[in-house]
């Protein structure tokens, strides 16, 4: 059975720094697009940022670009979001998520994934 289990979040002031991890089990995901996704209250889930497989290559949404860094490490079968420059229109609930499927290309649509985390709660204050 797949899981992935985010960890890391918490309530942080705007300017500061947070690293969220996601540990992945049941099958390797090596060779798989990984990505971050956040859900604000009141509003639909939205695309943070993607990894390829190899981590080579990365894709991010504007509102994060420059600001949040996604890397992973696949003897760990973890991959991570930091973030830094933290504003308060960052706070979500913020969900790890795995492609099932090979390959990579850069998008938005969370459709691409198939299995998702819970999720782990980011709070900035102002």
């Known amino acids: 059975q797949v899981q992935l289990v985010e960890s890391g979040g918490g309530l942080v002031q705007a300017g500061d720094s947070l690293r969220l991890s996601c540990a992945a089990s049941g099958r390797p995901f090596r060779s798989n697009t990984m990505g971050w996704a956040r859900q604000a209250p009141g509003k639909e889930r939205e695309f943070v940022a993607s990894i390829s497989g190899s981590g080579g290559s990365t894709y991010y949404a504007d509102s994060v670009k420059g600001r949040f860094t996604i890397s992973r490490d696949n003897a760990e079968n973890t991959v991570y979001l930091q973030m830094d420059s933290l504003k308060p229109e960052d706070t979500a609930v913020y969900y790890c998520?795995?492609?099932?499927?090979?390959?990579?290309?850069?998008?938005?649509?969370?459709?691409?994934?198939?299995?998702w985390g819970q999720g782990t709660q980011v709070t900035v204050s102002s």
């Open positions: 998520a795995a492609d099932a499927d090979t390959g990579w290309g850069p998008s938005k649509s969370l459709r691409l994934y198939d299995y």
